[in-house]
Nanobody, 121 residues
Framework: QVQLVESGGGLVQAGGSLRLSCAASGSFFSINAMGWYRQAPGKQRELVAGISSGGRTNYVDSVKGRFTISRDNTKNTVYLQMNSLKPEDTAVYYC???????????????WGQGTQVTVSS
């Protein structure tokens, strides 16, 4: 069974940084893609960044140049380094397990519980 546990969220001022972590259980980790999604109040959940098993990445345009997704297969952990945070980045951030094909991330129906990120202006 897949289990994903996020951590690292919190309250930060605009311009600040946070690093989210997602610890995954199961033997699937090194052979599958991972992704970070976010959902702000009243909005649909959106893909923030995805990373393939081989380390290829893609990002939503609004975070390019500010966020970096990475993974450590020895620790079954995926990270999201978030710099230059803006109030519009405020959301619950979710870790996801999925697939990566032709530069596109496709989510499976495995989600963590989410971690709140709040950016004050």
């Amino acid at each position: 069974q897949v289990q994903l546990v996020e951590s690292g969220g919190g309250l930060v001022q605009a311009g600040g940084s946070l690093r989210l972590s997602c610890a995954a259980s199961g033997s699937f980790f090194s052979i599958n893609a991972m992704g970070w999604y976010r959902q702000a109040p009243g909005k649909q959940r959106e893909l923030v960044a995805g990373i393939s098993s081989g380390g290829r990445t893609n990002y939503v345009d609004s975070v390019k140049g500010r966020f970096t997704i990475s993974r450590d297969n020895t620790k079954n952990t995926v990270y999201l380094q978030m710099n230059s945070l803006k109030p519009e980045d405020t959301a619950v951030y979710y870790c996801n397990h999925g697939s990566y094909f032709s530069g596109t991330y496709y989510p499976y129906d495995y989600w963590g519980q989410g971690t709140q990120v709040t950016v004050s202006s």
